[in-house]
């Protein structure tokens, strides 16, 4: 057969791996050629193509980001954008097409299958916010990251009296800093699914320096302050949105720490992990299940199995349908939450 | 309640992390006090204990080893060593208790559930070869370290063209081997499950260098060759018995080495990583695995639920039997072994 | 004989490797005895000790921080500090004091050896900028954990065309920014002792971005527009002062970021690495170093060189008067600036 | 100018740094060309050539091994090497020569430049053992390898009681064993320098387990036993020689862990790092380095400063001449083994 491939959305660690199986697997089982669409939707949209075979995809496996390059173009916000797309890969003689990405490419996958592309995805995001799967490539070196960096505040903050705020990503949902928080140690977690209260989070750090130096707090960049505290000075810590319409990756980590000191008169400092939490070498567990997701997706285009997205369940990769794992966004429930509480405070 | 805590067995980034887990919800939630007992069935059979409370668990989340020190003991080897820990555990006070090990240490756990001690267990294997759980802390910290290790012999076999063996724990599962060799992109990978063919190994690092430089092995600590080789002159790599009666830890992979060099002439060397793996800081997924065993566990104790261990399925910690978790060894099945093969060669 | 030993100043890796090896030499070779001072030079102004021996220093070497506790507290600026410490060091029958620490730190311990106090010192600073002496211990580790930063960004920046702001350490020097520059390969490096003209730094941003689809910046917390850009809206570019009067650590990473995105139109993002760099573990070269100063310092004492301070030329460790390592601040030349300029832009 | 560049030798980390320098400041500053000859010697030798420019260096710095390969051919070894060398020099249009390389390779380069050929110098040795420089690149990284592995195992030995050797690089000089031995906090430091007294070593192991549980010990792969034990059964800790007549770089780990074992009744085990230390990324301080060796060798050459090798001396590089530096193997002098003997035992 002849597959195609492409990558959307944000940086990832794990991309790579899964170009590498999807291509080892192919050529080496079924005597695959591949072609790679350069740019996310953007490569089979205007036809941007680079060779893909086992020269292209050597050395590959340690290395962060994406050798297909990415964008977040949207081939239904552009007219004629689905016939262009039919068009070039029936130009490109491709009979398949692996789409690995998040929500949002996913979510064009599913509707160009519903068009009849053959088309299977491979999920993709550093938040682990798609349902349907346990876990998601990237976000596992995302949480080492930044649980390595808590690690390091630990001796700094004992050391000399201090609130440490460590901004993480998660737009939507906390997984990162939930689990970094866990993993580091961390003396308050502030996720967007719990809008929190400014004053309590100073109440606590008030509490806490009666007895201890130290408050190290993690902060996903989607946290909000509750409504009320709107009209008490915390609106800037909403986020503000960027040239581009997007709401501000950073921010609330610098926003919170002056806020908190203003208020407490406790030295307090931001870290702000930023893109190195998506950039750089995945982690083994990152390598290890974005090969066997690319393994498994290849398997998927042999089988016919058509509009799914491989997904883990326990140490298993199953296929899904396409629409079952983009349809809901996984969030941190309540109960999570308080398991990890008594850590906390 | 007044709840004893145990470890036993070998060293395991995280066995800190469990204890932490347990002691901070015990104490928080539950208002519980708590005995530690040292070197694992060897604190309650001679009544060794120290104190274990908030402040003995500050601090020890990212430290690997075991506060309470450990131990091989089996007091069903020993006479009358089944009253004495009874004895002990009463004299203590003690209501209930959690011990944390492998398969021995379990096995003494069931055995004395089944003797009406209160006893919960948490499932400690560095080889992740305990049946029952998804994955046991531990494992993902050796995995990253061997899959690192592999990262750097990379560059080094290709300037020099050789033949690089890395020899992993795993006495008789492959699965640090496999998950190391999978991450880090390995040519080859020989475990217990698989007794290898020498003659077949070399035939292909002679192909491999016909028309690339190098051969990168990962090998478990427990791979043998098949029976046929033992005439050959490969006896030795079935492992020699040490001063205590043990298979020695290490050896396979310096034999190897030689064996591969003085049969195709080409130079061949071993890195034996050794305790490396099991000691030091766990990484951030074990931190979390490990932490959630310890919440689930102090909770089995309070819902009364005796004779159970903690287990990993998917995301979600559930408790399943003593008996059904230790009943026998997770190995690598043949299908897994296949599915990872199209890298390997 | 009987010696105190205190830290003063910021967190920094290495100080406990450091007092480790005074306390090991001294008690091994010279049969001292040991006294710690709490925080600094609050520890023998407020007559704060705690006990010093080999069973205190255990297992201190890989951890961050400082035993001993630290606090910027200056004798000098209370009245009868002096005295007071006088007083305090002969009731604590303390012979001679080892001082660890910075400028500040080490600028005491100068005027207490003009006035008869029998002091040694250990120079200290993240920034490197100590004259006198090659390195300092710690800034090792902070350029590594500035360059690993940045060699996880370069695959982002390459995968999604952003400027990629990293702001370090150094108030006043720019070595850290500097070094991790040239180590991790960034395009542009900007440092206090060259104050930068925002409107060239986004025409290098623009002309980049004609060829290449990322910029890497390193910007040291303390670099500062040139004066002109003061009124075309750079103001905030020059950090504002905190509720404690300091500089604020952060700020201006962040600020730059924002500056070029709404300048060039291109997506600027900033990572704040702050504590990151001070706290956890130091590197074996920080580790090494900080024990060749701790075992030299406690040799001055035994030789009666008080006044001194240790140092680093080439391999040796020199001893050279307090007054000429705290003299002036070592800043980064016009010429190792241009040495490293092949590399940006 | 046009100018030839080669690396010989072992692999080192760095290697990749020293080229990109060169060829950046080569082309940007005095618009040079370059032209990459293959394997060391052998490329001038059998004229292997290849494309070397800005494009081929982009992306190398952080990445170990060299571009360019090695080898360890020697052109005097061959007949009429030498002018096979000057010939290919002369085809390839090559004005001037930069090799990259340990004691081998630059002792071609000086006799080589003897001969009339324009050649400047650049040291490289993992271990350290080159007179002429303070240090050399590739050592920090070994360094702090074997520093992390020895932090690793702190906690197993402890919760063990074993005896734990870690077996490093340094065929005739100990500096990686010295250096990591005091980073990591050994207690027992084994060096080529210092030949050792295996009954000596079991008194210290036995001693010490008389109060404590554990020894970690680290061992140089060129450390042997003294004369009057080559009797007494520990011949084989000598080492043996190769099929390619090398002694074996790995061996004397695994064998003091058996024979300390075997004497002591103690379980000893080994850690064998192998090749791990001289592949993959290279520290901060590597970097650093080899790009600065970089840059002054491209200026050597502009300046005609031929038959000098680069220097490190304190934090300036210097150029000497290349018979000085390849004079005579730098060695740990026993004034240096001593300092440090105060953390041993």
Request: hydrophobic share 40%.
């Amino acid at each position: 057969m002849r597959v195609g491939v492409l990558t959307g959305g944000g940086d990832c660690p794990g991309l790579n791996a899964v170009i590498r199986a999807v291509v080892r697997k192919g050529v080496k089982e079924y005597g695959d050629e591949f072609v790679g669409f350069r740019d996310g939707w953007k490569g089979p949209l205007e036809g941007l193509t680079m060779p893909l075979g086992i020269d292209q995809v050597r050395g590959i496996l340690p290395r962060g980001g994406t050798i297909l390059g990415s964008s977040r173009t949207n081939p239904f916000s552009i007219e004629g954008g689905v016939e262009q797309i039919k068009a070039n890969l029936a130009a490109a003689g491709v009979d398949a097409l692996i789409a690995i990405g998040g929500e949002d490419t996913l979510g064009v996958a599913t509707k160009l299958h519903d068009l009849g592309v053959k088309v299977v995805g491979v999920p993709k995001t550093i938040d682990n916010d798609l349902s349907g799967t346990d876990f998601t490539f990237g976000f596992d070196t995302a949480v080492n990251i930044a649980s390595e960096a808590i690690d390091r505040l630990h001796t700094t903050a004992e050391s000399h009296h201090r609130v440490l705020v460590v901004e993480v990503m998660g737009r939507h949902a906390g997984w990162i800093a939930l689990h970094a928080g866990i993993a580091g140690g961390a003396n308050v977690v502030l996720i967007p699914e719990r809008p929190f209260d400014i004053e309590e989070v100073c109440r606590y750090v008030e509490t806490r320096f009666e007895t201890k130096y130290a408050v190290i707090m993690v902060v996903s960049e989607g946290a909000v302050p509750i409504e009320a505290e709107d009209d008490s000075g915390m609106t800037l810590l909403t986020g503000e949105k960027d040239a581009f319409g997007h709401v501000r990756l950073g921010g609330i980590g610098e926003r919170l720490a002056n806020e908190i000191e203003a208020r407490t008169g406790k030295e307090a400092r931001a870290v702000v992990l930023g893109h190195i939490q998506r950039g750089g070498t995945p982690t083994a567990f990152d390598r290890w299940l974005a090969t066997r997701f690319g393994l498994q997706a290849i398997g998927a285009v042999h089988d016919g199995d058509f509009g799914t997205m491989m997904a883990l369940r326990g140490t298993s990769i199953v296929r899904v349908p396409l629409s079952e794992g983009t349809a809901e966004l996984k969030l941190v429930s309540p109960e999570e939450y308080a398991e990890a509480e008594v850590f906390f405070g």
